[in-house]
């Protein structure tokens, strides 16, 4: 068209405009879907409408200035998902082929995916209500999860009646299992302290003896097993007032089928914390004293970002880093790692600390969250789960660890996902590993085949009373001898709610006591029952191996002899677990170590480990593994007790079995 000022010059057209530019125009082609260049496996599959007020995928990320198909979809396959979408130009969707036909996605012409992508204006982003949506090549899937079925499912099964809904179950070297609750939990006469005998598990009355000695409420305190002769237990911090500094001592006496008589023992005035703690975290170190860390000095009440040693030795330490992202750094994760260092996972952060000092020597790369959401956490009160990976002898390799579950600050979504990380190898990063569904609450209970049964928490929410809903029923096997994203199998369900406050624990027999919640939500109950869930290698029908041992007390590197009375010896294996205290997810104590083991005839030689940074001062339950089936354990001590605590606490108020 002529222009109105100049009839000789050309002033575009109906919707079309005449440009001109000062150096070089860059001209760009008419924007379309990207098909080309996608990152990994990635293909273009088409333009899907929602629908109005609904959405396929749940998982979204608003990307403002740099949103495109690469951009989108690198973020979804980080976390395992293999659909994935651009909707209104700046938004990107993560999740499942299969939530398109569950929720209603129908297919659009292109014409209607015309919104150009901020990150790259070369290619469409779909557009109101419609996605340009792609998904993975299933030629090669970024997981794959087994689905177990009949006996390699695995089971849960009742196992007694309880008598109080714990807050802290440990197995002692006695061969029972202590239960520990929040104040108020049970009947109002309760003394909040019971001892389970399995052995007697089908004689209620008889299965159960009541404990006495808890002066103070343990209500999300820490707990352990001490290296010292006799195995005792000690509780650590708790609720409100004086027990927020509680120290609280148990001798495990009796044998199964035979009676404990021994009880709590507990004298606040005499001996107790530097700094009151609730939600602290305990640990045993290598040189055999326990630190303290963390926790609020009291309910709800102001952080104690600190860290102290028992028995008392120098001043509590503050930690910058505790204040920084409390309140979501409670109950921390605390290992020994072969190196020396302690290894620190709180909030969506890790460190390594040295033992000494406790200062930093290096900080770990942030923590992975959600696909939507890197500020997920993995402490309570966005509660997931910690382990050890196993340690095998000559224990060359670099140690991993592993965090499973969840949840985020606000909305309360739970994390679907696993992650892993070598903390002792420079290049390590986090690994990420997609669950088969959200928990926030797991519990993880280390396996003498070197597995972990994942179990218990919710499919939403946080931990905290009423604050999580959906319980997650099924148990999750997790293999670290498989690929990385082919190590999940998807196993049995139980029908008993397990929320916050229930713990998963392993026996003697191999088999996991999954016990409590305490949820408070108005939907499920304090859960008093207390299941096992007999993993496949108890279902097997395969015979149990079994052997006899003169020599329980070992020092580093000695040699042991065992007889085995059951069994073959061709492959066999031995496994060792650190003695565990379940709580809050945080399995203080935990340790999988596969040491050497060498046999002739029927009788087999157990080199023990060779330090006590690879094996920290305590108890470990000793199995030996005819293939995949495992004995009955026996207790065994490693590396003495050389913070001597058998001679601690110097208080009349306690018994000491000394050194």
Known sequence: MNCAGNPAEKCG????????????????????????????????????????????????????????????????????????????????????????????????????????????????????????????????????WSYASGNDAGSYKFFVPGVVVPLITTVGVNGKITFVEKAGTGPPNSTGAFELDPSLAGNFS???????????????????????????????????????????????????????????????????????????????????????????????SAAVPSLEVLPQAGPVIDLDWLRRTDPLNLYPFMFVLPGGGIFIGYYNEARILDPVTFDTTRMLPQIPGNVNNPGAGRTYPLEGAAMMMPQKAPYSEPVTMLICGGSTVGAAIA????????????????????????????????????????????????????????????????????????????????????????????????????????????????????????????????????????????????????SITAGSTGSMRASLMGAVSSTHGNSMGQRTIFPDISCSGSSCTITAPPDNKICPPGWYQLFILDGPTPSMSTWVRIGGDPAELGNWPASKSFTKPGI
């Open 206 to 300: 008889a299965a159960w003896r009541t404990m006495k000695g808890l002066k103070t409420d343990v209500f999300c305190s820490a707990g352990l097993t001490l290296p010292d002769k006799a195995g005792r237990q000690i509780t650590i911090g708790g609720w409100s007032g004086t027990s927020t500094f509680g120290v609280r001592l148990y001798w495990p006496d009796g044998s199964p089928g035979n009676k404990s008589v021994n009880d709590w023992q507990e004298n606040a005035a005499d001996v107790h914390l530097q700094k009151g703690r609730w939600y602290p975290s305990g640990m045993v170190m290598s040189n055999g004293s326990m630190l303290v860390m963390g926790g609020e000095s009291g309910s709800n």
């Open 13 to 144: 057209a109906g919707g079309r405009m005449s440009v001109f530019a000062t150096g070089n125009l860059t001209i760009y082609d008419v924007p379309v879907p990207q098909t080309t260049g996608l990152p990994g496996k990635w293909e273009y599959k088409g333009c899907i409408w929602e629908g109005v007020n609904k959405r396929i995928w749940k998982y979204q990320t608003i990307l403002p200035a740099n949103n495109s198909a690469t951009e989108c979809l690198n973020r979804c396959s980080q976390f395992g998902f293999m659909a994935g979408g651009m909707e209104y130009g700046q938004e990107c969707f993560c999740g499942d082929v299969v939530d398109i036909d569950t929720n209603g996605g129908l297919p659009r012409p292109e014409s209607e995916c015309k919104t150009t992508c901020p990150g790259d204006p070369r290619y469409y982003c779909g557009a109101g209500s419609r996605l340009s949506w792609y998904a993975w090549s299933l030629s090669d899937p970024l997981y794959k």
């Open 415 to 562: 994390t679907d996902n696993c992650v892993s990380i070598q903390p002792e190898n420079p290049a390590s990063n986090w690994t990420i590993e997609r669950m088969p569904s959200q928990r926030v609450m797991p519990c993880i209970a280390a396996l003498p085949d070197g597995t972990y049964l994942i179990a218990n928490g919710a499919k939403q929410g946080v931990a905290g009373f009423g604050l999580a809903n959906t319980p997650n029923f099924n148990a999750v096997l997790y293999d670290p001898s498989k690929p990385v994203n082919q190590r999940m199998t998807v196993m049995a369900n139980t029908t008993v709610a397990r929320l916050y406050h229930s713990e998963a624990i392993l026996m003697q027999d191999g088999r996991v006591l999954i016990s409590g919640s305490d949820p408070q939500d108005g939907k499920n109950p304090e859960e008093y029952r207390v299941e096992v869930f007999e993993p496949p290698y108890s279902l097997s029908g395969l015979p149990k191996p079994a052997y006899t041992i003169t020599n329980k007390d070992w020092a580093y590197s000695q040699q042991v002899t065992i």
